[in-house]
């Protein structure tokens, strides 16, 4: 993948991706009865009281970065953080990512927050299956069976965005070209096509520090995600995904090495694209 993130004092505490799907209006007190009356029966008030107490212990989990192990199980948290324009860390086929709704600039923005990256650096996406990717980039001039020889697999592809991209503006907003990936790793496919979005994709790392092969690598940023998800060590190493520029017709310039550039180089010239330098 590309090297590319008040509590309401007195109410009762939720999580922040519930927060956010609340109507943007202000807050009318009548919406909350425990402050608009003044006397309740004591059963009550502790009911409330431990409604507050709870919902603080999940805000407090929520921010800490909850782990999950990355399976089929989990999948719905995923969406749901994702919908709510939260961060999550997630496995892939070559790395462990950040990823947030692609057409979220707010969700973006966290992962430019969290990786402490300029915002010059650009995203990669990520997106369920090889039929999603001409909703985001031109594949037209692409020889017919190429994107499915080359995905899913481990390698980032580059195309230009095209007028009909449904990628929002604010992404990678100097560049008219994206990188595209689709993962050979089932579970975050899943939560890209859950969405109904593409995923902003990038590794889960301080800029310049090493890539992260399991989640211990980047444990110091778990607080920063919604949550966390365990897909044990991945085996690839820290190449990261090869990322290919597929621009222009007829050709292929390699801009990353990455942990696949003989299998993609094969395929390409199979294809008869010529590698320019």
């Not at 009356?37 to 407090?60: C, F, L, W």
């Not at 496919?189 to 690598?217: C, E, F, W, Y």
Request: with cysteine; charged share 20%; hydrophobic share 40%.
């Amino acid at each position: 993948m590309i090297s590319s993130a008040k509590t309401i004092e007195r109410l009762p505490l939720f999580p922040l991706f519930v927060l956010k799907r609340l109507p943007h209006r202000c807050v009318q007190v009548s919406s909350f009865p425990f402050l608009s009356q003044k006397r309740r029966p004591s059963g009550v008030i502790r009911s409330y009281m431990s409604q507050s107490v709870d919902n603080t212990e999940i805000v407090s989990k929520f921010r800490a970065g909850v782990i999950l192990p990355a399976t089929d199980d989990h999948i719905e948290e995923a969406i749901e953080a994702i919908k709510a324009e939260q961060v999550i860390a997630v496995p892939t086929d070559t790395l462990y990512g950040f990823a947030c709704d692609a057409c979220s600039a707010e969700a973006v923005n966290k992962i430019y927050e969290i990786k402490g990256r300029k915002q010059t650096s650009p995203l990669a996406i990520s997106v369920a299956d090889v039929s999603d990717i001409s909703r985001f980039a031109t594949v037209d001039h692409l020889p017919h069976g190429l994107l499915d020889s080359l995905l899913p697999g481990p390698v980032t592809v580059v195309l230009r965005r095209g007028d009909s991209s449904i990628l929002d503006k604010s992404l990678n907003p100097d560049l008219d070209s994206i990188g595209v990936r689709v993962p050979d790793f089932n579970f975050i496919r899943a939560v890209a096509r859950g969405s109904g979005s593409a995923l902003a994709l990038t590794s889960a790392n301080l800029s310049g520090q090493p890539s992260s092969v399991s989640i211990k690598d980047f444990e110091n940023l778990w607080q920063h995600c919604a949550y966390v998800y365990d897909g044990g060590v991945i085996p690839s190493g820290r190449a990261g995904s090869t990322v290919v520029d597929l621009i222009k017709p007829g050709l292929f310039k390699i801009l990353r090495p990455g942990s696949a550039r003989q299998e993609t180089t094969a395929i390409l010239e199979k294809f008869g694209l010529e590698e320019v330098p």
